[in-house]
């Protein structure tokens, strides 16, 4: 009977502790807490804690696709990115967390429209990497001749040869053709037999 009790104490702390293990690895992994960091140290204009934000690998890389790495890297990225800007505030519009991936999009004082950010962080609940996304190029103006839209032009062309077409297709009154003179003498002869034969 001790022996059933203390089998199932072990086997309950080994439950526990396993119930454990991934809740305090999330509450390390979060990147969200990394974000509100981030911000904060942003707002306040607090270059070395946003420094102590980033483990001792990890590296930034600017939206012209920069890289940037240890504490003087690091500093050139930030001070490029708002924190030479004493007056910059930052907002965030849209945070997407799967595991210790985030995806950030926000929005600062110090730059015009939106700032998108991968974020991946590092089990201690460190920056391992920040890539700031470029935006995408705008779209390639739509091109027309004459003032007219492109598939305005496609339908002329697509109905005209259509009609092109149809009219090719247009056959001509059928021209006779002559009787060769041997035409029939096969089909002659053959009534010729059968009328002998009947």
């Known amino acids: 009977m001790v022996r059933l009790g203390l089998r199932t104490a072990a086997v309950c702390l080994a439950l526990l502790w ?8 999330q509450v390390a992994w979060d990147p969200a807490a ?5 911000v904060s140290a942003l707002n306040a204009q607090d270059v070395p804690a ?3 934000l980033f483990d001792e690998f990890g ?3 600017d939206s012209h ?3 940037f790495s240890g504490a003087d890297g690091l500093t050139q990225f930030l001070r490029g990115n708002g924190f030479a800007s004493p007056d910059a505030q930052i907002t965030t519009e ?9 995806i950030w999009v926000y929005s600062c004082t110090c730059a015009a429209g ?19 996304v470029p935006p995408p190029p705008p779209p390639a103006p739509v091109r027309t001749a004459n003032g007219l839209a492109p598939w305005v032009i496609g339908s002329a062309v697509l109905l005209a040869a259509s009609i092109g077409w149809m009219f090719s297709r247009r056959r001509k009154e059928p021209v006779p053709r ?16 059968r009328e002998l034969k009947g």
Do not use: C, E
């Open 65 to 67: 696709h920069h890289n």
């Open 34 to 38: 990394v974000v509100r960091a981030y």
């Open 18 to 25: 396993i119930a454990w293990q991934p809740a305090s690895a």
């Open 94 to 102: 849209q945070l997407t967390i799967v595991s210790n991936r985030a």
């Open 59 to 61: 590296s930034a890389t």
């Open 114 to 132: 939106s700032t998108r950010v991968h974020l991946m962080t590092t089990t201690d609940g460190k920056i391992s990497v920040f890539a700031m």
């Open 50 to 52: 946003a420094i102590a």
């Open 178 to 193: 002559k009787a060769r003179p041997t035409q029939g003498h096969l089909l002659l002869a053959l009534r010729q037999m």
